[in-house]
């Protein structure tokens, strides 16, 4: 049985998060996804804060299908070492330093790594400026 690992805000749940647990979970049996937790992403992103507090992203995650568990974590390069996993599944747009030490542990440690592309059209960040300019 393989585990699928993936992490993200997944604050405005848009097609392009289910397109990502749909593809991740299609590479193994199980699909974990870890939700970052609302006081690390106002850390990270003081300009852009979570709308949605983490109990509510980690149940919207949890409510699509291809998900099978969902943890909450603070720093991606920390939670790769507590959830057993074997493939890890970034985006490719996902290369801050905490990014490279997560995917430095997954070699070091026999892991898979596989990079997903964006969904093209669709982020939440595009959501956010669509809904302000309303």
């Known amino acids: 049985m393989k585990t699928v690992f993936t992490v993200g805000v997944f ?3 848009h097609f392009g998060h289910v397109e990502l647990f749909r593809k ?4 193994g049996d199980r699909l974990v ?3 970052q937790d609302s006081e690390t992403v106002q850390k990270y992103k003081p300009e852009s804060p979570a709308v949605n507090s983490t109990e509510i992203r980690m ?10 568990d ?7 390069d920390k939670i790769v070492e507590q959830v057993p996993f074997d493939i ?3 985006g490719g747009d996902q290369s801050h330093e905490g990014f490279r030490r997560a995917v430095a542990w997954c070699e070091a440690h026999g892991k898979q ?3 997903l592309p ?10 956010k400026e669509h809904i302000k300019n309303l």
């Open 11 to 13: 604050d405005l749940l």
């Open 70 to 76: 969902v943890v909450v974590y603070q720093d991606v």
């Open 33 to 35: 996804v870890a939700v």
């Open 113 to 115: 790594v596989i990079r």
């Open 59 to 68: 149940y919207m995650v949890k409510a699509i299908k291809y998900v099978d």
């Open 118 to 127: 964006r969904t093209e059209g669709i982020s939440s960040s595009e959501i």
């Open 88 to 90: 890890f599944v970034a």
């Open 24 to 27: 991740a979970k299609a590479l």
